[in-house]
């Protein structure tokens, strides 16, 4: 993919953020939906798990989080003695807002025998009044973990949700949360793009809505899609998730050819972050993103359980 700034405007800012990174101690992580120039700075490019497993690991004193105000959070839960710094303060996830801490338990009171299984994409308020924390790549095996006669309160995205109940044949009560960039993609879009490539795989993601799901011939997390593409002897590809992975894709699968479903397919959100917001960041230190320590504890509960398991 072409990077949205000048090549001469990244030779800069880039040089800048490597000397930056180096005086700081910095690692700069960036999720697969990151603009171009900011998967080609960061240290670690991958999906919401692989970035929290780097977050708890690291060694570097402050962690220059690329992505959405929830991934933030989560390594400053998981590395409570770093500084972490989000480029950009409003980059938020509408789905992480279709629930509060205060309407789960109000759920909970309702389900007191459901055990709580959350998506990372949510806050820590949400996280802290949760039993087990789950990314796209491991919500089956999160679920399975689980004793198998308690049903499973999936919050917040009801078609994550969905697909996991159909992997496991578990009973799932779902909130009813989505992602509003993924529930764009219709089954007739799938349709369309398969009359257009008919010798391409699709391949989704878990957030897609069932019907759309229920078309494809693979549905993975960011990291799982690019994984397949690698591994796969097919020579192009049918993509549903956003738009921001084809350039991993382009990059880790040479000669291969790869189709948006749709070009509806852009959260405003992963692409408010901009080069010059993480080279403006690490210059002032700011914006730093803290949980307060009551909520940490609690919500680290719930990120440890899921990270024993991977
Ligand atoms: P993964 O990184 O787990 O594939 O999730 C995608 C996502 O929506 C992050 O906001
Ligand atoms: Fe949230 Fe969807 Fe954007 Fe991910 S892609 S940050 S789930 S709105």
């Given at each position: 993919?072409?990077?949205?700034?000048?090549?001469?405007?990244?030779?800069?800012?880039?040089?800048?953020?490597?000397?930056?990174?180096?005086?700081?101690?910095?690692?700069?992580?960036?999720?697969?939906?990151?603009?171009?120039?900011?998967?080609?700075?960061?240290?670690?490019?991958?999906?919401?798990?692989?970035?929290?497993?780097?977050?708890?690991?690291?060694?570097?004193?402050?962690?220059?989080?690329?992505?959405?105000?929830?991934?933030?959070?989560?390594?400053?839960i998981?590395?409570?003695?770093?500084?972490?710094?989000?480029?950009?303060?409003?980059?938020?996830?509408?789905?992480?807002?279709?629930?509060?801490?205060?309407?789960?338990?109000?759920?909970?009171?309702?389900?007191?025998?459901?055990?709580?299984?959350?998506?990372?994409?949510?806050s820590?308020?949400?996280?802290?009044?949760?039993?087990?924390?789950?990314t796209?790549?491991?919500?089956v095996?999160?679920?399975e973990?689980?004793?198998?006669?308690?049903?499973?309160?999936?919050?917040?995205?009801?078609?994550?949700?969905?697909?996991?109940?159909?992997?496991?044949?578990?009973?799932?009560?779902?909130?009813?949360?989505?992602?509003?960039?993924?529930?764009?993609?219709?089954?007739?879009?799938?349709?369309k793009?398969?009359?257009?490539?008919?010798?391409?795989?699709?391949?989704?993601?878990?957030?897609?809505?069932?019907?759309?799901?229920?078309?494809?011939?693979?549905?993975?997390?960011?990291?799982g899609?690019?994984?397949?593409?690698?591994?796969?002897?097919?020579?192009?590809?049918?993509?549903g998730?956003?738009?921001?992975?084809?350039?991993?894709?382009?990059?880790?699968?040479?000669?291969?050819?790869?189709?948006?479903?749709?070009n509806?397919?852009?959260?405003?959100?992963?692409?408010?972050?901009?080069?010059?917001?993480v080279?403006?960041?690490?210059?002032?230190?700011?914006?730093?993103?803290?949980?307060?320590?009551?909520?940490?504890?609690?919500?680290?509960?719930a990120?440890?359980q899921?990270?024993?398991?991977?």
């Amino acid at each position: 993919m072409e990077y949205t700034i000048s090549k001469e405007k990244f030779d800069r800012l880039s040089t800048d953020i490597a000397r930056l990174r180096e005086e700081r101690k910095a690692v700069i992580l960036a999720h697969l939906y990151q603009r171009p120039e900011i998967q080609d700075v960061a240290d670690f490019i991958g999906d919401s798990l692989m970035l929290a497993q780097k977050a708890a690991a690291t060694d570097a004193e402050v962690i220059v989080f690329c992505g959405v105000h929830f991934m933030a959070e989560s390594a400053a839960i998981l590395s409570p003695d770093k500084v972490v710094l989000l480029p950009e303060e409003r980059a938020g996830c509408p789905m992480a807002d279709m629930i509060t801490a205060e309407a789960l338990r109000e759920k909970k009171r309702r389900h007191p025998e459901a055990i709580v299984v959350c998506y990372v994409n949510s806050s820590a308020d949400v996280k802290a009044e949760s039993d087990i924390c789950c990314t796209s790549s491991n919500a089956v095996k999160v679920v399975e973990s689980l004793p198998p006669d308690q049903p499973v309160l999936f919050v917040p995205d009801q078609n994550l949700g969905h697909w996991v109940g159909l992997q496991t044949g578990r009973k799932i009560i779902p909130w009813e949360g989505y992602c509003n960039t993924h529930d764009r993609v219709t089954a007739h879009d799938i349709e369309k793009a398969r009359v257009l490539h008919p010798e391409a795989p699709v391949l989704v993601h878990p957030e897609c809505k069932p019907d759309v799901v229920a078309l494809a011939d693979g549905v993975f997390s960011t990291a799982g899609i690019i994984k397949y593409a690698q591994a796969s002897e097919a020579r192009e590809f049918i993509i549903g998730t956003e738009c921001g992975i084809l350039h991993q894709l382009h990059k880790t699968c040479p000669g291969k050819e790869f189709h948006l479903v749709t070009n509806k397919l852009v959260c405003p959100n992963m692409k408010s972050t901009t080069l010059d917001k993480v080279q403006w960041c690490l210059e002032e230190m700011q914006p730093r993103i803290t949980v307060s320590d009551d909520i940490r504890q609690k919500a680290n509960a719930a990120l440890d359980q899921m990270l024993a398991l991977s």
